[in-house]
Nanobody, 119 residues
């Protein structure tokens, strides 16, 4: 059972856009930092973007100016708007959140969503 439910991945042409969503389960609360990692074949897992409770976002250099990370605290949901997609962005994207699930504090993960960019 995933504590975070991801959606929005898929296939898009180079230069196109996708929006990934990540919603925490109803049992999660007191969520602080949220964000997205990605891992492509033959590559290390890398932190793409993270966002603090006040909405301050940080990005890896390769996506700055193209990706925007936002959050809706009332819905315990984080969004990654990905514009001007490149083949280099092809990866499985994993959402994470720091928070409490029931009574247990930790870092929780989505199960991954595939982003494919075609030329």
């Amino acid at each position: 059972q995933a504590q975070l439910v991801e959606s929005g991945g898929g296939l898009v042409q180079a230069g196109g856009a996708l929006r990934l969503s990540c919603a925490a389960s109803g049992s999660m609360h007191s969520i602080t930092t949220m964000g997205w990692y990605r891992q492509a074949p033959m590559n290390q897992r890398e932190l793409v973007a993270s966002i603090s409770p006040d909405g301050t976002a940080s990005y890896i250099d390769s996506v700055k100016g193209r990706f925007t990370l936002t959050r809706d605290n009332a819905k315990n949901t984080v969004y990654l708007q990905m514009n001007s997609l490149k083949p280099e962005d092809i990866s499985v994207y994993y959402c994470y959140a720091n928070g409490i699930d029931g009574s247990r504090r930790g870092t929780y993960w989505g199960q991954g969503t595939q982003v494919t960019v075609s030329s």
